[in-house]
């Protein structure tokens, strides 16, 4: 070997081999334990031993009634992403690139505002004016002139999750508001123009021409929706820390919690944790893959 190639070769493993420690201390190790832990009966809390238990914990996870109910909320919550999040942030979008309102950059500042806000403090807020004794009764007790009215909403199983929902949208519209912005500024301005000359109307320079420009841009806002949205957990938690509204609200996220570190005696807890977290990224991986080839078939411009 060159002396040459052997300074390259040391180069090269100078600058990689941190970053390559680092992951695999970080990232790689907790992923890999994880998943051994989910076939064992092992916790440490109680100092117990580790024993091989097959595939118990996940026979466990998908006969609980709370790993559906998680489930079932968990897919609501990618719903109001993909189908809620992202067509209200490309259409606030697009009004502000085409100038439609004035105080643009006060109109901007102010959908974007949340993302600066705690997620615990934006959970606290919505719980807040969901409440008994909250904005959201007080409209009620206005409009319909009954004092005693109160918003119980989230106290009932098939509409608790609205709260949640409402959240979801007012805090996350804003950042796929600037991801579009920021690609609607990169497109020919020649190119709407000649469609504005050829008669086109706004509506339909958005639906002909823009969004099949950012489609690309559509399908990765998507993938973060999704992906962000099966992680959920500390907005839950803040909107429903205990009772029956965090039951009716559980996701996954929060079923892995309160089952890992809720009761520390249980041998099977800790490692039925585990399960649910594997669980969790493979429900993640999926929906990602299964979205990318929606993103093939209708031609994105992207390239996975």
């Given at each position: 070997?060159k002396k040459?190639?052997?300074?390259?070769?040391?180069?090269?493993?100078?600058?990689?081999?941190?970053g390559?420690?680092?992951?695999?201390?970080?990232?790689?190790?907790?992923?890999l334990?994880?998943?051994?832990?989910?076939?064992?009966?092992?916790?440490?809390n109680?100092?117990?031993?580790w024993?091989?238990?097959?595939a118990?914990?996940?026979?466990?996870?998908?006969t609980?009634?709370?790993?559906?109910?998680?489930?079932?909320n968990n897919?609501?919550?990618?719903?109001?992403?993909?189908?809620?999040?992202?067509?209200?942030?490309?259409?606030?979008a697009?009004?502000l690139?085409?100038k439609?309102i004035?105080?643009?950059s006060?109109?901007?500042?102010?959908?974007?505002?949340p993302?600066?806000?705690?997620?615990?403090?934006?959970g606290?807020?919505?719980?807040?004016?969901?409440?008994?004794?909250?904005?959201?009764s007080?409209?009620?007790?206005f409009?319909?002139g009954n004092?005693?009215?109160?918003?119980?909403v989230?106290?009932?199983?098939?509409?608790?999750?609205?709260?949640?929902?409402?959240?979801?949208?007012?805090?996350?519209?804003?950042m796929?508001?600037?991801?579009?912005?920021a690609?609607?500024?990169?497109?020919?301005?020649?190119?709407?123009?000649?469609?504005k000359?050829?008669?086109?109307?706004e509506?339909?320079?958005?639906?002909?021409?823009i969004?099949p420009?950012?489609?690309?841009?559509?399908?990765?806002?998507?993938?973060?929706?999704?992906?962000?949205?099966?992680?959920?957990?500390?907005?839950i938690?803040?909107?429903?820390?205990?009772g029956?509204?965090?039951?009716?609200?559980?996701?996954?996220?929060?079923?892995?919690?309160?089952?890992?570190?809720?009761?520390?005696?249980?041998?099977?807890r800790?490692?039925?944790?585990a399960s649910?977290?594997?669980?969790?990224?493979?429900?993640?991986?999926?929906?990602?893959?299964?979205?990318?080839?929606?993103g093939?078939?209708?031609?994105?411009?992207?390239e996975?």
């Open positions: 070997m040459n190639e052997s300074r390259n070769i040391a180069t090269y493993l100078l600058f990689v081999l941190p390559l420690i680092l992951y695999l201390l970080i990232v790689a190790y907790p992923i334990y994880s998943v051994v832990l989910s076939f064992s009966d092992y916790n440490p109680i100092g117990g031993k024993h091989f238990v097959g118990e914990n996940y026979k466990n996870m998908i609980a009634p709370a790993f559906w109910n998680g489930f079932k897919m609501i919550i990618v719903a109001v992403s993909v189908l809620g999040q992202i067509p209200i942030g490309f259409l606030l697009f009004i690139y085409r439609q004035k105080g643009r006060f109109f901007q500042s102010m959908v974007f505002l993302q600066f806000l705690s997620t615990i403090v934006i606290i807020l919505w719980r807040m004016i969901f409440s008994a004794d909250g904005p959201m007080a409209i009620m007790q409009f319909t004092p005693d009215v109160q918003c119980r989230m106290l009932h199983k098939n509409t608790a999750m609205i709260p949640i929902a409402v959240a979801l949208i007012w805090m996350y519209t804003g796929y508001m600037i991801i579009f912005l690609n609607l500024q990169k497109i020919d301005d020649s190119m709407i123009e000649a469609a000359i050829d008669g086109a109307s509506s339909r320079i958005f639906i002909s021409l969004v420009l950012l489609a690309g841009t559509v399908l990765t806002s998507a993938i973060l929706a999704i992906a962000g949205s099966l992680k959920s957990f500390a907005l938690y803040a909107i429903a820390p205990d029956i509204v965090q039951k009716n609200v559980e996701v996954l996220s929060v079923f892995m919690y309160r089952t890992a570190f809720h009761n520390y005696t249980d041998p099977l800790y490692a039925f944790g649910i977290s594997n669980t969790i990224v493979i429900i993640s991986a999926v929906m990602i893959l299964i979205s990318k080839k929606i093939r078939r209708l031609g994105t411009e992207e996975y």
